[in-house]
Nanobody, 115 residues
Framework: QVQLVESGGGLVQPGGSLRLSCIAS????????MRWYRQAPGKQRDLVAS???????DYADSVKGRFTISRDNAKNTMYLQMNSLQPEDTAVYYC?????????WGQGTQVTVST
C-alpha cells in the first residue's frame, strides 16, 4: 500500500500563502482520487479539495478561488496551493489517496494562520 507524507505547513499571517506537498512512496498514476482534508481542533475532518486521475478537480465552497490542488505524476506528488489564507483555515491538513486496493492517509501537517 502506498505511503503518504505531507509537508509545507507552518505559521502564516492572514492574507499569506502556503504550498502543501504530499509525497507518495510509489507512483500515483494508479490513484483514482487524491484529496486534501483538514481538521480544526474540536471539529470533524472536512474535505478541502479533490483531484481525480484525469485531472478533474473539486473544492469545498470555503476555499474556492483561493486554493488550487494539483498533482505531478512524474514526482509522485500532490500539491495544495493556498492563497489569501484566513484564521479559519487553521487546521491540520491531511493527504488522502484512494486506489483499487483501498485508501491511505498521511500523518498530517499543521497550518496556522495568525498575527
Amino acid at each position: 500500500q502506498v505511503q503518504l507524507v505531507e509537508s509545507g505547513g507552518g505559521l502564516v499571517q492572514p492574507g499569506g500563502s502556503l504550498r502543501l506537498s504530499c509525497i507518495a512512496s510509489r507512483s500515483i498514476v494508479g490513484q483514482i482520487f487524491m484529496r486534501w482534508y483538514r481538521q480544526a481542533p474540536g471539529k470533524q475532518r472536512d474535505l478541502v479539495a479533490s483531484i481525480a486521475t484525469g485531472g478533474l478537480t473539486d473544492y469545498a465552497d470555503s476555499v474556492k478561488g483561493r486554493f488550487t490542488i494539483s498533482r505531478d505524476n512524474a514526482k509522485n506528488t500532490m500539491y495544495l496551493q493556498m492563497n489569501s489564507l484566513q484564521p479559519e483555515d487553521t487546521a491540520v491538513y491531511y493527504c488522502y489517496a484512494r486506489d483499487a486496493v483501498g485508501i491511505t492517509w498521511g500523518q498530517g501537517t499543521q497550518v496556522t494562520v495568525s498575527t
